[in-house]
């Protein structure tokens, strides 16, 4: 029997992946997936080249497993972005990867 709040176990070999978004480049709207081999706290967040937090897609308790949210290429406050290059990051208290997209507008 399976606890719902049970910690699942971290298994040898298994770590986070942060796949390309697709479409990439991308005009409209882009998919983000990323996959977790345990059930941990998740930020998902778009910056620009420099450095600049555009938006916090996500930031909450995670279940193990694959995930998938999309960008609309808009920033926190609702306007879209200019056109260019973003980079989106994942972190976890384990680990932290960043991908490159590209935004055509």
Known sequence: LEMPDAETPHLPG???KLMQNVPNP???TTRISFSIPRASNVKVEIVTVEGRLVRTLVNEYTSPGIHEIHWDAT????????GGIY???IVTP??????KMVFLR
């Open 26 to 28: 991308f005009a409209g």
């Open 14 to 16: 298994e770590s986070l």
């Open 75 to 82: 920033s926190a406050s609702g306007a879209r972005v200019a």
């Open 87 to 89: 980079f989106y990051r």
């Open 94 to 99: 384990d680990a932290s990867a960043t991908r």
